[in-house]
């Protein structure tokens, strides 16, 4: 089972002015994000208690409002610092635009930091899938910042062979924390709130909403489009 979650309230999604002018790379949580990650948590331990669950696996974005996001919801679902270790896959990032928010911390910066961060202590890290310093999209081309459509893609099939595929074949429960813009490919164009979460399974299956982003009931299964995604 592989289940997905997107990070909670970040600095840049309270920004008031022009999203593409937010000044400053790879931003954290905000005290309302925090909260989201622990309610989140929460919400996700009574699930499993009520469905025998039991995670296997857990990975991340390399940006910190994913990793904070990680830390935080484990924790609040009865996993403390150490007791797993947290997967660092860069395959997970958002889709580079252009905006600031989505350019990383450069990998030995951030390893820097996963190891000094107070609310880290004790935790277990796998950064092994970072293999650049700086390991995000960079356009050569300054008037056409995007990340190419085919590249994007190409990381979430990776997402799929390294991740969604093997949870459903091995019997794993593996939870991955990201970002909106993966989230809404990998659902097939469902928005997702801050800190939403839901089962992806392999394409072709029903796929369940288990933690809606209201009080309201979730929808009934549906049947996610044969895509570019099937392998």
């Not at 910066?109 to 004790?122: C, H, R, S, V």
Request: glycine share 8%.
């Amino acid at each position: 089972m592989f289940i997905y979650c997107r990070h909670g309230q970040s600095a840049a999604n309270v920004y008031e002015g022009p999203f593409e002018h937010y000044p400053h790379a790879d931003p954290d949580l905000t005290k309302l994000g925090e909260k989201q990650a622990v309610e989140g948590g929460k919400a996700f331990k009574e699930w499993a208690g009520e469905n025998d669950v039991t995670v296997t696996r857990v990975a991340c974005s390399p940006l910190r409002r994913a990793i904070r996001t990680a830390v935080l919801y484990m924790q609040a679902a009865g996993y403390e610092n150490g007791s797993y270790t947290l997967v660092i896959d860069p395959n997970l990032s958002e889709r580079v635009d252009g905006t600031p928010s989505v350019t990383g911390t450069p990998k030995s910066e951030l390893l820097d930091f996963l190891e000094n961060e107070p609310a880290y202590k004790g935790m277990s890290f796998d950064a092994g899938a970072i293999t650049k310093e700086n390991w995000w999209f960079e356009s050569a081309d300054p008037e056409d910042p995007f990340e190419p459509a085919d590249d994007f893609i190409d990381r979430l099939l990776a997402v799929y062979a390294s991740h969604i595929k093997p949870a459903d074949e091995n019997g794993e429960v593996i939870l991955a924390f990201s970002h909106g813009g993966v989230g809404l490919t990998l659902t097939q164009f469902e928005t997702m709130e801050n800190c939403q979460t839901v089962h992806i399974p392999a394409f072709g299956e029903p796929r369940t909403l288990f933690i809606p982003k209201t009080s309201e009931p979730p929808p009934p299964p549906q049947m996610p489009p044969r895509n570019k995604f099937e392998p």
